[in-house]
């Protein structure tokens, strides 16, 4: 970061800007609407600036430049048309240690001005730190676009009303819900574009009485890897939580979308230090809600696939806690899509049985026959420790030893690694697989050949805010 942005309160304080043409009346406008006490100093002045003085908004003073001038000022503005003056003031207050801005000079400049969005108090300052000012400006723009203008209205009366809110909500997750909902809810905003400014507050009142009193636990599935396949749901609630408990397989650069002050708990199996049983998880999971918390459980793929989602709601109703489940893009689905093997296809599969090589107890019987039928898909999770049983067990069950496979691992992310081959040699290629990795069965298998198209090493990583991320 080569500026850090700041906000700082000239109201009253003392300003200098030098030089009285179009581009200092600019930097003096604004200077006004910060409140400042605003001095000019050049040797001929723009009408505009000459009607500010005159209402005595300005002061102006008819002299060239003189070190003087710098004395019991905040920050200055050179804003001439001669450089060499502009550099004389950047210096001198350089040496007092004043903060100064040279107007389309970074380098002579202590702090530069960011475009702006103003809906006042809202404030959005952007800034390309003096490399790309026309990406600064369409970022502006679309910011515009995008920030209605009552939301100034907005945050005036919630700022109003911040006090009484604090006061009747004491837990500090169970305030911030109330905000949340209050803004998520686009009743507010169109009231205030009415201009029913009353009927806003009445709103506000209204859902301050009926606040919930415990929290909330969603049941979310994070998809495969690559972070742009979660739903909208999955990253709103990742961004309202106030904790978060993950599974070892959601991929670092979905728990960077989480909110930043969320406490994010890792109840990863395996992950050799972090070891939490399942019964732990449930508890901590009733406890947090208990406590008023907006619990997002975080799932790898689908939660109702191998998740172990069922088993963690009937908890959750015993207990009496509200939740939610949001599905996700499970395995299956991801992988098969950025491997480029259509799970049915008219000619090669009218079935798919998604199974996993992992079962609860030993004794549960597997359908292999059913399994080893033609034209039929066959997707395994948690398989790579099984692939010599799948392939004895399928080749006994008259599946074709020539039947295509392919194990993908890491799928949909940068990491993704596809291994294809025949089913009589699916033990051998286990062998050359590393973390999460997806068994798929059957004829369609040799479609990847023609429609492979993922570029793992092009991959994009998400942005944390998720709406720059198609900016172009
Ligand atoms: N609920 C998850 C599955 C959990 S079981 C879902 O719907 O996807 C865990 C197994 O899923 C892993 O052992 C692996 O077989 C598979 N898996 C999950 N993510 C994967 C990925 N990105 N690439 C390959 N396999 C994956």
Redesign the pocket.
Known sequence: MDYLPIFTKLENRACLVVGGGDIALRKVHLLLKAGANVSICALAFHPLLKAKAQAQEVRLIPQAFSVALLDKQWLVIAATNDHDINAEVARAAEERQLLVNVVDSPLLSSFIMPSIVDRSPIIVAISSSGTAPVLARLIRERLEALLPMHIGRLAAISGKFRHRVKDKIKNVSLRRRYWEKLFGNGKLGTLLEQGKTEKAVELMENALCSQPSSGDVALV?AG??DPSLLTLKALQLMQQADVVLYDR?VSSDILDLVRRDADLISVGKKAGDHYVEQARTNKMLIEFAQQGKKVVRL?????????R?GEELEELLDAGISFQVVP?????S??SAYAGIPLTHRDFAQSVTFV???QKSKGEKINWQALASPMHTLV?????LQTEKIQTQLLHFGRDKKTPVAL??????TE?HVILGTLEELTLLGGGAQ?????IIGEVVSLANKLSWFNAQNATKLSRDPFLVNLS
């Not at 996700?328 to 299956?332: E, H």
């Not at 973390?435 to 068994?439: C, E, F, Q, V, Y």
Request: some cysteine.
């Open positions: 599935g495969p890897g397989l799932k790898g793929g689908d939660p109702f696939i191998f998740g989602g996700g893009i499970t395995a299956a991801g992988c996993t090589g992992h395994v999770y948690m398989g790579l993908i691992s890491h799928g949909t992310t993704q973390g999460p990795t997806l068994i």
